[in-house]
């Protein structure tokens, strides 16, 4: 055991000994979308992150739905990374994915900053509606330990932006997490599906349903004195979400009788669609301990019906495109 006051020594490692190109950065980020989330002052949906993505000339690192804990309104997100330090180049990219995907928030990671483009992106946030962040990575060792990342915020929005967005609430955060550490032991015990997922600061983490599309995906949402539950739908492009989700829509009464509680569907912003049971008993992040207990084990017996209900049509919804119309169009 070390000494009382016995520090390791923190090394910095080159960024490229760790991530070669800035391909395995936006990798590494993507599977770890929640390190990010930690930082940010929206709740970033894991689900959702996709890279490389290519809209004529364009291609963005990465891209994701968002939604502002305040009022739940869901956005797109745009992330750029570079390995090297900021330049005109990358902020040209910048500017050019928030206007071609159409996003209110943009997050830009660079292993330098020159103070130039520091203030490019405080001008955002203090002048538009965009709510711009600007991170510095590095990677560090302690010791002789692995290298570990280390996401230094240099720009961030301010307490309220221009649309009255609030800045992140730690307290709030470390409330939803210790939320989902009541929750998902009992959502873990009635189904199989949710024991991958750990604790997390997201208000609507999601399962894949097995054998179904991969656009489909059983959920729960929480806010801070109830929750919903029921199927996420979030194709790769707007045409493959709608197509799930008619279908979805097309089977609802039936869900809804195996399952017995009402159903509602909604089309929310940008791709994401919902097939939604509110659940009635009270409780959420916000609530005292028994409350919370109480809410799980009720969600949890909520979820196991609604799988029950759901996971057959599920499966048996087609691919997009249907293997058929996919040889119509090589034949």
């Known amino acids: ?55 004529g000339g364009l291609r963005v690192d990465l891209l994701l739905e968002a939604s502002a804990p305040d009022t739940g309104d869901r956005f797109p997100v745009v992330i750029e990374n570079q390995l090297g330090p900021t330049d005109g180049s990358h902020l040209a990219g910048v500017m050019a994915y928030m206007v071609a995907f159409e996003a209110r928030g943009v997050v830009w990671i660079a292993g330098g900053v020159h103070h130039e483009y520091v203030a490019v992106m405080e001008w955002l946030n203090d002048n538009t509606e965009i709510d711009a962040y600007l991170f510095k990575v590095e990677a560090v060792r302690i010791d002789d330990s692995l290298p570990a990342p280390l996401l230094t915020r240099i720009v961030g929005p301010s ?17 939803v997490r210790d939320w989902w550490g009541v929750v998902l032991p009992e959502l873990k ?16 983490p ?31 492009t707007l045409e493959e979400s709608n197509h799930y989700f008619d279908h979805l829509v097309e089977r609802m009464n039936s869900i809804q009788q195996k399952f017995g509680d009402p159903l509602r569907w909604s089309r929310g912003p940008g791709k994401v669609r919902w097939l ?41 919804i087609p691919l997009f495109p249907a293997p058929t119309e996919a040889r119509d169009k090589h034949e």
């Open 276 to 316: 939604t049971s509110d659940h009635p008993e009270p409780g959420g992040w916000d609530d005292d301990p028994e409350t919370q207990k109480k809410a799980a084990v009720s969600i949890a017996g909520a979820m196991k019906r609604f799988v029950a209900a759901s996971e057959h049509i599920a499966r048996n």
């Open 1 to 55: 055991m070390a000494e009382f006051g016995e520090l390791g020594e923190m090394r910095r490692v080159g960024l490229r000994t760790v991530w070669p190109h800035e391909l395995d950065f936006s990798l590494w980020l993507r599977q770890n979308i929640d390190y990010l989330n930690e930082q940010v002052h929206w709740d970033l949906d894991p689900d959702s992150v996709r890279q490389e993505v290519s809209l």
């Open 159 to 175: 307490v309220f932006s221009r649309s009255g967005r609030r800045t992140v609430n730690p307290e709030a955060k470390q409330k």
């Open 206 to 236: 999601s399962v894949p349903i097995p054998g179904a599309p991969s656009a489909l995906r059983w959920y729960v949402n929480v806010g801070s004195h109830g929750s919903s539950l029921g199927i996420k739908v979030l194709g790769g």
């Open 189 to 204: 015990r009635v189904h199989g599906s949710w024991e991958p997922l750990r604790p997390t600061s997201h208000s609507y």
